[in-house]
């Protein structure tokens, strides 16, 4: 009988040497078990790690500590037969841009040891799949970022792997073409039955899409769970968001909320960077307060009597059910979003 877990890591473990000599512990002993199957999140800020595992756990990069079975095979010493089970779609693009898609597909194919009409077969499949066959014949660079990165998850799936990794494959691509990249992370695990290991350090995303979630901070996975699961881990509590119009809130502001409010457990501000694109157009928003409470809405009216009190200029307010961002704020007293 085939285990039911497909990726199996234990107290896998990355240090870089810095440029001072310095030591950078990118992924410090994280453990995971990825059923067959599922999608399966790595969710983390810019800088956690996740690039450094997936590349551990592809045999891209040696672990300084620790190791990962796929399928039962270790991709430290068996790198091999591991390798044949997993397909890796990197967080950057990489492709021949004056070759067609078709083209690339071909090549990466070859590379895979398929040639003559089984090769051709496999491109015409993927092609399809990545719906891209009235594209095929042009070339890469007159691509969108969107249509580029279908292409890259094509060249991933070229030697048909139980497993596929995605490393942020939304990143820096329009919401349309967003959403075309998840619909095709669903049809793999839905139509051909794939384990997919997914990172992203967007929520809404990984919200979306995932069977189980694991949050990755600072080289280490600090909670790990189905959404559900991981929600109840923080007590149920409510997200609020304030828009702000001021470029800093007093710590001493954020205090009282949380001593005279019952309910609430945490207030933190980050300034609100307007360029950033993420649908925000409200131009005189500074920053956001986010403040986690139980039973959030009946904490709202002290909350903004205080805020008024203060002379804060509240520009909309918003409450949310619990969602992965209030659990990351929670774990980390941080927002995620940072
Ligand atoms: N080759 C490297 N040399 C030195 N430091 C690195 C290297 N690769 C990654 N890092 C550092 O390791 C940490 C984790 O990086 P990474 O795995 O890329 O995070 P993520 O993919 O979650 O954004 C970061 O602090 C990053 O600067
Ligand atoms: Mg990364």
Redesign the pocket.
């Known amino acids: 009988m085939q285990s039911q877990v497909m990726v199996e890591v234990r107290d896998l473990a990355?240090t870089?040497?810095?440029?001072n000599g310095d030591d950078?512990?990118?992924?410090k002993g994280v453990q995971l078990d990825i059923r067959r199957g599922e999608i399966y999140s790595?969710l983390?800020?810019?800088?956690?790690?996740?690039?450094?595992?997936?590349?551990m756990i592809s045999g891209l990069?040696a672990p300084t500590r620790g190791d990962a079975r796929i399928g039962g095979h270790s991709i430290t010493r068996e790198p091999l037969q591991a390798k044949q089970l997993l397909g890796v779609v990197p967080?950057e693009i990489a492709l021949y841009p004056t070759l067609s898609a078709r083209q690339n597909l071909d090549f990466f194919g070859k590379m895979y040891g398929l040639t003559g009409t089984e090769l051709s077969r496999r491109v015409d499949e993927i092609v399809d799949f990545i719906d891209l066959r009235e594209r095929q014949n042009d070339r890469i660079e007159t691509f969108s970022g969107g249509m580029k990165r279908r292409v890259n998850i094509g060249v991933g799936l070229l030697h048909k792997p139980q497993l596929i990794y995605m490393?942020?494959p939304t990143v820096g691509i329009d919401p349309q073409n967003r959403r075309r990249v998840l619909d095709t992370v669903q049809r793999l695990q839905q139509e051909m039955g794939m384990t997919v290991l997914y990172?992203s350090?967007l929520m809404e995303e990984v919200q979306e899409i995932s069977d189980r979630i694991a949050i990755?901070d600072h080289?280490e996975i600090i909670a790990e769970g189905t959404l559900g699961e991981l929600i109840q881990q923080i007590g149920e509590e409510d997200r609020l968001t304030f828009k702000v119009g001021t470029q800093s809130v007093p710590d001493a502001l954020l205090a009282q909320f949380k001593q005279e409010v019952e309910g609430v457990t945490s207030a933190v501000y980050e300034r609100h960077d307007v360029t950033n694109g993420e649908s925000e157009t409200l131009a005189q928003v500074d920053g956001i307060v986010t403040i986690m409470a139980k039973r959030g809405r009946k904490a709202l009216p002290d909350l903004l009597r205080i805020a008024d009190d203060a002379e804060l200029d509240v520009l909309s307010v918003e409450v949310r059910e619990p969602d992965l961002e209030g659990v990351f704020l929670h774990l980390t007293g941080r927002a995620l979003r940072d």
Do not use: M
């Not at 870089?16 to 440029?19: A, D, E, L, R, T």
């Not at 950078?24 to 992924?27: D, G, L, M, W, Y």
């Not at 983390?44 to 590349?55: E, H, V």
């Open positions: 990355k870089f040497k810095g440029k950078i512990q990118a992924v790595l983390g800020p810019n800088g956690a790690g996740k690039t450094t595992t997936i590349s990069l967080q490393d942020e990172t350090h990755i080289g």
